[in-house]
C-alpha cells in the first residue's frame, strides 16, 4: 500500500494522496478537515459541499442508495473552461475565426442533461450533435438558436434527411453530414422533392492513425467516413446536382479519448490539407469539424495511457486553432469556424456514483485451536504456522500448501472429516497472513509470496450493479478513480475488490487507477458494524447512463441535480426517481398486477390446504406489493 503515513501519523492527506484525488479531482473534488470528500461544483471560484453531508440529506428526502448525484454547476463550468480555452488559443495565434462547439447528444441523452448544456450555451450559440433519428429529434425540440450548429452525423434515411432539411424553415440550423457514399444520392433526391437543399457536411476517413483503445476506429478500415476518392466522386455528384454551393463543412473522427496530442497533429495537418482543396474545388466551405476525442485524466498521472492524457485543454485548443492556421493561411484559404464535438470532457466530471457497502466477504482469519484428536495433517500445520520466521518463509509456505492439499486428498478419500478439513483450511490461511505480516518492506521477495497479498484480499459487496452504472468497466476494462467518500482521516487496513449485486461473476470492480498503470486491488476500510460505508464512482457522467443495461433486472439508480445555492449550501433541482422492480419486470413484457393475482391465488390455495396462515399470507402479498414499487436495489 502506497502512503507516506503510519497508523500512528496518517492525515487526510495521506487518505487523499492514495487515491490520487487531488490529481484526478481537477479542482472538483477534495477532502475537508472531517475526512470527507468535498465537491466545488464551480472549480476554484468558490463554494464546496461535503459529500456525505449531501447523502445524508438526500437520504432524509427519501432518496435511497445507490445515488446518481449530478452537479449541473460542474457540467456548466466545464462548458465555460472549453470555450476560455478556444478564447486564448483564438487571442494568442491572431486566428481571423471563432469556435463554436457542440454536444454530441449520444454521450448523455438525458433530458435534464441536454437542457442545461443548451441553456448554458447559448451565450456561445453551443449546439448538438445526433448520430440516429431518436437523437434528432431530441435536438430539434430543444435546440431553438438559429445560430446554433445541429450536426447530424450516422447513418441517414430518405425521412431523417428531409428531417432535416424542413428544420431549416424553422430557424434551425441542421447540418447533413455525409458518412457513406450512398447517402449522396438519397439528399439530392430529398433536395429536388422539397425544393430545398440542407447544409451539406462531408466526413472525411483519414489515413492518419490514431493511439489508445479506440485506434481502430480511424484510418483506411474506418466505420465513417469518405475514402479520398469517395470524397472527390461525392464532391463531383454534388455539383451535378447544383449542390455543391450547399457543402459547408468537413468532419473527421480520430477514436473518443485521444490520449497523445500527436495524433490530433497529424490529423489536423491532414484534414486542414482536405478542406483547402475542397475550397479549390469550388465548394464555400466554412466549418472545420475536428470530431470528438478531447480527452480527460482519469487516473490523474497526466500520460499517454488508456485512463489520462498527455496534454491539457488548454494544449488541445491550441494545436487546433495553430495547426488549422498553418494549413489555411499560406494557401489562401479563409480560416474556418472551429467546431468540437466534445463529449466525455464536458459530462464526465459532472457525475458521481455513490454506493454503500452491504457486506464483506474473505478468507477466514480464525486460528483454530489445538485438540488432542487432531489428525496428523492438521497438527502438521499447527507446528508449520508456530514455527514460521523471516528466515523460512517460502520454506513454510512451501510445506502449508502441501499439508493442504494433502487434506483434501483424505477428505475426497473419508480419511478426513468435514471439520477437520475447515481446520486444516483455516490453518492454512494462518501460515499465509503469518508470513504476509513477515515479508520485507522491500518488497524484494518471490512473486509467489508477494501474491498472497492478493489471496488474502476482501471481497466488498456493493449496492449497484456494474452493468448499470458502471457498463464501460466491463466492457472495455475502463479505469474510473474509485474511493471511499469518507474516513480519509484514518489509515486503510483492508485490501479488496468490490462486488456488486448482479449474479455475474464479472459484475465487480477489480482494476483500479495507480499513477498511470491499474492495480486490482483498492485500500478499504474495516466497515463499522451498524454504520454505513460508502464508496463513491467518480467521472463517469459520458456514457454510463445511457449504455448500462438490465443485468438480473437491476435497473436505473435514483438521480438528482444538484446546485450550489446563493448564500451558501445546495439546492436540489431536480430528482429522477429510479427504477421500479414493476418498471423492469413490464420493460421484459410481464404484468406486475397479473403475477401479483396469481401469488394471490397460490396463498388462498396454500390456506385451505392448511399450509399457510392467513396472517403469513398477508405479509407476503404485502411484501410482493411494496416490493414492485420500490426501486431494484436493496434497501436499507
Not at 406 to 416: C, E, K, M, N, V
Request: glycine share 8%.
Amino acid at each position: 500500500m502506497a502512503r507516506s503515513g503510519t497508523a500512528d501519523t496518517w492525515t487526510i492527506q495521506d487518505g487523499a494522496d492514495l487515491y490520487g484525488l487531488d490529481r484526478w479531482g481537477d479542482t472538483y473534488f477534495a477532502a475537508n478537515s472531517r475526512g470527507h470528500v468535498t465537491v466545488q461544483p464551480r472549480g476554484d471560484r468558490g463554494g464546496s459541499i461535503d459529500l456525505i453531508e449531501l447523502v445524508e440529506g438526500l437520504q432524509a428526502r427519501d432518496l435511497g442508495l445507490p445515488l446518481l448525484i449530478r452537479f449541473d454547476d460542474i457540467l456548466e463550468d466545464r462548458l465555460e473552461r472549453l470555450h476560455a480555452a478556444f478564447d486564448r488559443a483564438i487571442a494568442h495565434y491572431g486566428y481571423g475565426g471563432r469556435y463554436q462547439g457542440v454536444f454530441p447528444v449520444k454521450c448523455n441523452q438525458q433530458r435534464h442533461v441536454v437542457e442545461r448544456l443548451v441553456d448554458a450555451g447559448q451565450r456561445w450559440h453551443f449546439g448538438l450533435e445526433a448520430g440516429s433519428k431518436a437523437e434528432l429529434l431530441i435536438a430539434l425540440s430543444l435546440l431553438n438558436d438559429p445560430e446554433a450548429l445541429l450536426i447530424c452525423n450516422g447513418y441517414k434515411d430518405q425521412r431523417y434527411i428531409e428531417t432535416a432539411i424542413l428544420a431549416r424553415r424553422l430557424g434551425r440550423q441542421p447540418v447533413v453530414v455525409i458518412e457513406q457514399p450512398d447517402e449522396v444520392e438519397r439528399i439530392i433526391a430529398a433536395s429536388q422533392e422539397l425544393g430545398a437543399a440542407p447544409m451539406i457536411g462531408i466526413r472525411a476517413r483519414l489515413s492518419t492513425r490514431s493511439t489508445g483503445r479506440w485506434s481502430s476506429s480511424v484510418g483506411d478500415r474506418a466505420k465513417f467516413g469518405l475514402s479520398i476518392p469517395e470524397l472527390l466522386e461525392t464532391t463531383e455528384r454534388l455539383n451535378r446536382a447544383g449542390l455543391l454551393n450547399d457543402l459547408k463543412l468537413l468532419h473527421f473522427h480520430i477514436g473518443s479519448q485521444i490520449n497523445d496530442i500527436a495524433v490530433l497533429k497529424d490529423a489536423l495537418q491532414e484534414a486542414g490539407q482536405i478542406y483547402g482543396e475542397l475550397h479549390r474545388l469550388g465548394a464555400p466551405m466554412g466549418y472545420l469539424d475536428v470530431g470528438g476525442g478531447l480527452g480527460i485524466d482519469y487516473d490523474g498521472s497526466r500520460s499517454a495511457t488508456a485512463a489520462s492524457t498527455n496534454y491539457s485543454l488548454q494544449n488541445y485548443a491550441n494545436d487546433v486553432v495553430a495547426t488549422v492556421k498553418e494549413c489555411c493561411e499560406p494557401c489562401g484559404v479563409p480560416l474556418p469556424t472551429l467546431v468540437s464535438e466534445s463529449g466525455r470532457a464536458l459530462a464526465s466530471h459532472f457525475s458521481v456514483l455513490v454506493f454503500d457497502i452491504l457486506g464483506l466477504g474473505g478468507a477466514p482469519d480464525e486460528r483454530p485451536q489445538r485438540r488432542d484428536d487432531d489428525p496428523l495433517i492438521v497438527r502438521n500445520l499447527h507446528d508449520t504456522l508456530d514455527g514460521i520466521t523471516e528466515a523460512n518463509l517460502q520454506e513454510a509456505w512451501n510445506d502449508a500448501i502441501k499439508f493442504k492439499e494433502d487434506a483434501l486428498s483424505a477428505f475426497r478419500l473419508g480419511y478426513l472429516s468435514l471439520p477437520e478439513r475447515a481446520r486444516a483450511e483455516q490453518l492454512a490461511w494462518a501460515c499465509a497472513r503469518r508470513i504476509v505480516e513477515l515479508l520485507p518492506a522491500d518488497d524484494n521477495s518471490p512473486d509467489e509470496l508477494r501474491r498472497l497479498r492478493a489471496s488474502l484480499a476482501s471481497t466488498y459487496y456493493g449496492n449497484f450493479s456494474v452493468f448499470r452504472s458502471a457498463p464501460d468497466t466491463w466492457a472495455i476494462d475502463q479505469l474510473f478513480p474509485v474511493m471511499p467518500i469518507h474516513r480519509l482521516h484514518e489509515q486503510p487496513e483492508q485490501l479488496g475488490s468490490i462486488a456488486d449485486l448482479t449474479c455475474d461473476s464479472d459484475g465487480k470492480l477489480a482494476r483500479f487507477i495507480q499513477g498511470g498503470q491499474s492495480k486490482s486491488l483498492l485500500e478499504l476500510h474495516t466497515p463499522t458494524p451498524g454504520q454505513p460505508y460508502l464508496v463513491g464512482l467518480f467521472l463517469a457522467g459520458a456514457y454510463q447512463e445511457v449504455m448500462g443495461n438490465l443485468h438480473n433486472l437491476f435497473g436505473s439508480t435514483n438521480a438528482v441535480h444538484i446546485r450550489l445555492a446563493p448564500g451558501g449550501g445546495y439546492q436540489l433541482d431536480h430528482v429522477v426517481r429510479g427504477d421500479t422492480n414493476a418498471d423492469v419486470l413490464k420493460a421484459m413484457e410481464h404484468d406486475p398486477d397479473q403475477m401479483l393475482e396469481r401469488l394471490r391465488l397460490a396463498s388462498e390455495a396454500a390456506i385451505r390446504d392448511g399450509r399457510l396462515a392467513v396472517s403469513d399470507a398477508r405479509r407476503l402479498i404485502n411484501h410482493v406489493t411494496s416490493s414492485l414499487q420500490q426501486i431494484t436495489y436493496l434497501q436499507a
